[in-house]
């Protein structure tokens, strides 16, 4: 849904409250949506009962896998039934239903209270399933309205989108999916082509999944706190897709990703092309005042300051979009936000900026979702300010400050009334509004925009917007909201910028800069190059590690930082901050605060680094390990494609590595070509690229130099299988001989261990040690398996390994044999037992030196992790928000300037 940015709440004392007993109201809240009369009078009432109930649950089945859809059909065949059998108070339960408007029937919500799912077994066998599914990719659970934007996107395979906002990642997953949608019957289509003699060498495949088979589209998806955009690695992670690219950028200012030049005749110069997106989603930063139904602290912390804050935010971010969208392409512009100056304000703002509706259009999608309840968007509303006062027009905010100045007016700008003049007609209706009595869901708003032509955008107009308070009224109540207690919000005191006169080096700078400015409409870059941190529009620290209280701190004058934006810093250094961890992700190394170099957490190696050492950064700030490209004939992949008889036909110079060196000496990564070209071109061009590639080879540690050291990650055998060979291949067709390979880590293949491997066994006795591809084909018959299958196999000198996280063997032992069996190690002397919550330090104790195991240690994102990310990612005030905005990062480089402005490229 739309990311809330809500003010910080304190870590301070007091009793904590259950959530039924938490307030449910708010007078200026409810007050404001019944003056702006968003439903009519006769529906009022259902509205605002439907706000103060919970949330149905609601989960989504992962599309473009095939093993999703058998995962569907097994909730309908053996939990449903289940459910249904449950009679609580004399009525059966309600089970869970398809959402009617989702495609297929891939969406489904139950409304079964949690006192209920609490107290029958079923529920307790199905809600494991969930779990299950969900940490292997097959389920995703995400709020039925925020899988709307997606939707109506008209994402296709083969082209190319940008996800604005992307953390925590759950409509990102949604759009992959459709950029995957048909990808693997087009891969067995094009394999059994070139099986029966097709020698023709260019791709085979259809429109959009043209490299034979597998899809040419991409995804970028970005988010402006480093901390979120990792969160969204491990959400897309489960789709397992070389044609993902993760950025961390601040979206109002998204930079121009180059691609590589196109050949040129007679020796000109090549002219800079840059990427231009087929769809954008904007899942913009909003105040979330839809969604208290989730997060009931919406009810106490709601104010008008919020919107007020957010707005001018909001409308930078979708003309960006505009600006880097294709002519003919969509942005969808969406807010888990029932206020109109969040909404439709926005929109309108966007469009004039942009240049009217003969450049940018609002796309009619009533013909679209059938079965969606969905009200029209709104032509007239009116804007209440900091103190609750509602305002009709601009015209009478004006009056009010000629005649009685600007209290309580801070903040409010023209373009925050219904648009007027020439754009006074334009169909605004055409916005769709949910609200949570139509179908029992949360409050949002989704606008489809088409580009029609190419767009220069207009710079804002800064006359027509309140100033902000002076110091002395700021200060003033920073000092009233201390008195009341900590849980009382504290403003940013950004007035406190003026009180500081710039150096003359530092004039100059701006004066230089100044043009730049204004026509990209940003700050010049040597206004903020001091900054401590990347801005972002929420505050990640409180994701992972709760809520911190605001700290306003006075110190002789020289500094004031209120929330977490050093306002005029001191000329002392900072000390005693540690640097943030994030051992659990790949390429990823902490700056340390120290001037010592660290070596970037990854690989063995034995060699020093080759690079100068890393000049020192401040703390919190994250150095990403280079993405390099291997060479077709690099020495290490020769082996590779020997051992496991590769095809010629597969792809040979798409293969990367995560280290300045470019030296495979762990990992291999895939990517597709569109992914390598971006992540080449941009090398060193001021992108922040944080993740890209599926793991696709893994080396592992072996003594006999006849074993290929490299295994193939279940992560990207997907992609690779079709073209290996029958060499390291295993057949299975028995549901027991699955089984125990799936429940037992390490059955015995030497003395007679291969006798109780059923139809392998001679198989796996025989076949030389290393990786292997066990292969499964779909059986009608009792004991057969009904879904294909392909799984890494690793045949050490002693035993097998069927190399599977942990959490996809249980997933697999529930889906095909409802079965809840613990996993045991065989290895261990005294024959220990796993539990279902093993201790990730005993992982690799007890196992064979030869038999790896795969990513044990690595970190999963738990099932709860989006619900956390949503509540979290609210807890800045709009107002907040665009304290931040106002003092964001930019860069430029060869071409950007241009480019902002939107030319054709």
Not at 188 to 209: C, D, H, I, R
Not at 224 to 244: C, V
Not at 812 to 840: A, G, H, Y
Request: hydrophobic letters at 35%; one cysteine or more; a negative charge.
């Amino acid at each position: 849904m739309g990311k809330r940015a809500g003010k910080k709440s304190g870590r301070g004392g007091g009793v904590r409250q259950s959530r039924e007993e938490l307030p449910r109201n708010n007078e200026r809240f409810e007050r404001y949506y019944n003056e702006l009369g968003i439903v009519p009078e006769e529906e009022r009432e259902a509205f605002w009962e439907a706000l103060r109930r919970d949330l149905p649950n609601s989960f989504r089945f992962t599309g473009s896998k095939s093993h999703a859809l058998a995962v569907q059909q097994r909730l309908k065949d053996f939990y449903i039934p289940h459910i249904t059998s449950i009679q609580y108070e004399g009525n059966f339960v309600e089970p869970p239903r398809p959402v009617p408007w989702y495609p297929d029937q891939l969406a489904w919500s139950m409304t079964t209270p949690k006192k209920v799912i609490r107290r029958f077994a079923p529920f307790a066998s199905f809600q494991k399933f969930l779990v299950a599914e969900a940490s292997v990719g097959n389920i995703t659970r995400q709020e039925v309205v925020s899988m709307i934007p997606p939707l109506v996107m008209d994402v296709r395979p083969g082209m190319t989108v940008l996800d604005m906002c992307a953390a925590p990642g759950s409509k990102s997953a949604q759009i992959m999916e459709m950029l995957h949608a048909g990808e693997e019957e087009a891969m067995q289509k094009v394999f059994e082509q070139l099986k029966s003699g097709n020698t023709e060498q260019a791709p085979l495949g259809p429109e959009g999944l043209d490299d034979d088979g597998r899809s040419t589209g991409l995804l970028v998806a970005n988010d402006s706190d480093n901390k979120r955009a990792h969160l969204l690695i491990h959400q897309m992670k489960r789709l397992n897709s070389p044609n993902l690219i993760v950025t961390n950028h601040d979206a109002t200012m998204y930079p121009s990703i180059k691609l590589p030049p196109l050949p040129t005749a007679n020796g000109e110069r090549p002219k800079p092309r840059y990427l231009k997106f087929d769809r954008i989603l904007a899942d913009v930063p909003c105040t979330g005042d839809g969604t208290p139904r989730k997060n009931i602290n919406i009810w106490k912390d709601w104010t008008p300051a919020n919107a007020l804050g957010l707005h001018v935010t909001q409308v930078r971010i979708l003309v960006r979009a505009l600006q880097m969208l294709k002519v003919g392409g969509r942005v969808v512009y969406s807010t888990c936000s029932m206020n109109p100056i969040e909404n439709e304000a926005v929109v309108a703002c966007a469009i004039e900026r942009c240049g009217g509706t003969d450049k940018v259009q609002i796309v009619d999608c009533s013909d679209q979702l059938s079965g969606l309840k969905r009200a029209p968007g709104l032509r007239s509303w009116k804007v209440m300010d900091r103190q609750g006062r509602l305002w009709n027009s601009w015209e009478d905010v004006e009056k009010q400050r000629e005649q009685e100045g600007i209290d309580g007016l801070g903040r409010l700008a023209a373009g925050m009334f219904p648009p007027l003049g020439e754009y006074a007609n334009l169909p605004l209706e055409r916005c769709m509004r949910i609200y949570p009595h139509m179908q029992d869901t949360g409050g949002f708003f989704i606008t489809v925009i088409e580009k029609t032509s190419e767009i220069r955008a207009k710079p804002e107009d800064s006359s027509k917007v309140i100033p902000k308070s002076s110091v002395a009224a700021l200060v003033e109540e920073l000092e009233h909201k201390q008195k009341n207690g900590p849980t009382q919000p504290l403003e940013k005191i950004n007035a406190l910028d003026d009180l500081v006169v710039p150096g003359k080096e530092i004039q100059e700078e701006i004066d230089k800069n100044k043009s730049v400015a204004e026509t990209s409409n940003e700050l010049p870059y040597s206004v903020t190059l001091g900054s401590s941190e990347p801005l972002s529009k929420r505050n990640a620290e409180d994701l992972m590690d709760g809520v911190p209280s605001k700290k306003a701190k006075l110190d002789n004058g020289a500094e004031a930082i209120i929330g977490d934006r050093p306002v005029h810093r001191p000329s002392t250094s900072i000390e005693g901050e540690a640097a943030f961890s994030t051992s659990d992700t790949d390429g990823v190394t902490p700056i340390p605060t120290d001037s010592t170099p660290q070596p970037a957490e990854s690989s063995v190696q034995s060699k020093p680094q080759s690079q100068p050492p890393q000049k020192q950064k401040k703390s919190k700030q994250y150095f990403e390990e280079p993405f390099k490209y291997l060479k077709p004939d690099q020495e290490e992949l020769i082996p590779i494609f020997e051992f496991y008889q590769i095809s010629d036909r597969f792809p040979r110079d798409r293969f990367m590595v995560r280290n300045a060196e470019a030296l495979p000496t762990r990992t291999v990564y895939y990517t597709s070509t569109l992914a390598r070209d971006i992540l080449s071109e941009n090398e060193r061009q001021g992108m922040k690229f944080v993740h890209c590639g599926v793991k696709m080879f893994v080396k592992q540690d072996v003594q006999r130099e006849d074993v290929c050291r490299w295994r193939i990650q279940t992560d990207g055998l997907r992609i690779l299988d079709p073209w290996l060979g029958p060499k390291r291949s295993v057949y299975l067709n028995k549901k027991e001989t699955l089984h125990k390979l799936l429940v037992e880590m390490f059955p015995k293949v030497n003395d007679n261990g291969w006798k109780e491997l059923g139809e392998i066994g001679e198989r796996v006795r025989d076949i030389p040690m290393g990786c292997s591809i066990l292969r499964i084909e779909p059986s009608d018959s009792e004991d057969g398996i009904n879904e294909r299958m392909v799984l890494p196999l690793w045949r050490s000198l002693h035993s097998l390994n069927l190399m599977l996280p942990k959490e996809e063997r249980r997933a697999m032992l529930l889906r095909f044999f409802n079965d809840e069996t613990p996993l045991v190690n065989t290895t261990n002397k005294r024959q220990r037992i796993e539990t279902s919550t093993p201790s990730p330090e005993t992982d690799d104790l007890s196992m064979p030196l030869d038999a790896p195991t795969e990513d044990v240690g690595e970190y999963h994102a738990p099932p709860e992790a989006e619900d956390k990310a949503l509540m979290a990612e609210n807890l800045d005030l709009g107002e907040d928000q665009q304290e931040q905005t106002d003092a964001r990062e930019t860069w430029t480089k060869d071409g950007d300037e241009v480019d902002r402005v939107n030319t054709t490229v």
